[in-house]
């Protein structure tokens, strides 16, 4: 039988249309390079973001036509997260922290005719413009310098679309937008999203029990909208008409905090490196800034349970999230079920967990000998799928052993999920430590080596060794003037694990590695410390 049910397109028009019919008044607030604000509200963009459609389409754009972006999170950025897409267009955000050549491997692989870049990184697509075949350049002016001559302006390109443009029809499985993965464990693979899977994955991510985030909120993403569609915020916010701050190329701790108390931000989202500055900095000077009651969303890496117990000091509240670019991002939050909200020390242990998956996303854990139990201790790889979850790299056939032939996309994430439903990550499969035919979790031992007074930051990594196969050795950067011993914190961890997880070997680092987007890059410590002799185990 069917239904009597409309079959409404799931499609960012609807989305587009919404905000301007509904939000026209509040506001989108961007920090400018030369860190002045720039404001305007969801009128003007809803206007430009339809601009740019239009002018897109008379200047020949098809269905289907990359227009890629190079640029910070920006009002412009906004307008072509939306103005590509409801023309029909893919759009394209490019990380610019990658290396030129990357960058260019990676327009160059999808096939990208646009470019809007801000002029303010001109000199980066100078990098790569001999290396790239693009149809048309467009330069955002966001430094109030005209654009360099020879170069056409974003607002000159604007100014060529016509206010009452016709939105092209189109199904809503059709692509809306692309990202690359950033490459932590390979080339960057790049993924196709659909009008209907972010329609959807925005309605996932705004629920109470995920990101919780509503009308009343003034949201800052300070996640790059050149990574995984900053967490897809720009369309979740979008969707629910809250104010949106954009905080532009400054993302240093003061001039966030300087954001969040001066435009009242009630949400923002982030990697671990980014909340430990930002803790450094009020740690320092803790009654600098005076905040709103604000929900911290941490993914991207393992969120320390130091990290999170912390931000509560200030008010702060971290919410843990899980996710990768083949999910648009968003897996599982993790929020308390009513019962276990009670004891403040299990609390914390559930806050530093992945969590629950989003409604509409199924996980399950699987080992050597099969889906494993929901027992909070046996480990498996994390399979999920879902309608925003990604069946398949654009153009890369050979990566097809991602996908099990019982359609579940293969994470390359290792976790134990508790019999709550609860999923701890307890590695990537490429950075478990293999020790004696058994498994070691380097996000464990970092997870409880950072909750040393002492140290900044740690990451744990294997060292080939003769006996045992593999063993742990942890990179350690100490907090500024201070000291402790490899000893102690041996010591330190000994009450919490069982004595053959305990690290080989500690050294001390200025910094640890990373990769563009934040995360520790494990890869290059291997490498350095691959012909490390540490101690024989007893
Ligand atoms: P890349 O694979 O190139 O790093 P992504 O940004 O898509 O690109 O990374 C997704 C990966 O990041 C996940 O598979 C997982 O390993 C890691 N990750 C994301 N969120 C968390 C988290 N909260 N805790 C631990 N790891 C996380």
Partial sequence: MQSCMMDFPLSLVHLLERAGALFPKEEIVTRLPDKSLHRYTYADFYHRARRLASALQKAGLQKGDRVATLSWNTYAHLEAYFGVPVAGGVVHPLNLRLHPSDIA??????????????????????????????????????????VPAGLESYEDFLASG??????????????AAMCYTSGTTGRPKGVVY????????????????????????????VVPMFHVLAWGLPYTGVMTGCKLVLPGPHLDAESLLELYASERVTKTAGVPTIWLGVLQALQKEPTRWKLQPMEMVVGGSAAPEAMIRAFDQFGLKVLHAWGMTEMSPLGTT???????????????????????????????????A???????????????????????????????????PDGW????????????GYIRIADRTKDLIKSGGEWISSIDLENALMAHPAVKEAAVIAIPDPKWDERPLAAVVLKEGAQVTPEELQAFLEPRFAKWWLPDAYV?????????????????LRERFKDYKAKAQP
Wanted: a negative charge; aromatic letters at 8%; zero cysteines.
């Fill in 370 to 404: 099969g889906v494993v139990p929901w027992d909070g201790r046996s480990l498996g790889e994390l399979q999920v799928r879902g309608p925003w979850v990604a069946a398949g790299y654009y153009n890369l056939e050979e990566e097809s052993d991602k996908w099990t």
């Fill in 508 to 524: 001390f680092l200025e910094e640890i590695p990373r990769t563009s987007t934040g995360k520790f890059l494990k890869s290059q």
């Fill in 334 to 368: 993790s929020r308390l079920k009513r019962h276990l909200r009670s004891d403040p020390e299990e609390a914390y242990r559930y806050r530093a967990m992945q969590g629950l998956p989003t409604p509409l996303v199924e996980i399950r854990a699987v080992g050597e």
């Fill in 409 to 420: 996309f293969r994470t390359g994430d290792v976790v134990a999920i508790d019999p709550e």
């Fill in 105 to 146: 491997y990676i327009i160059h692989h999808a096939q990208d005719k646009i470019l809007i870049v801000d002029d303010v990184l001109l000199k980066l697509y100078e990098a790569v413009r001999e290396q790239v075949r693009l149809e048309r350049v467009i330069v955002v002016p966001l430094s109030g310098q005209p």
């Fill in 162 to 175: 016509d206010d009452d443009f016709a939105y092209p029809a189109f199904d809503e499985r059709e692509a």
């Fill in 194 to 221: 659909s009008h209907r899977s972010i329609v959807l994955h925005s309605l996932g991510s705004a629920l109470p029990d995920a990101l919780n985030l509503g009308m009343q909120d003034v949201l800052l993403p």
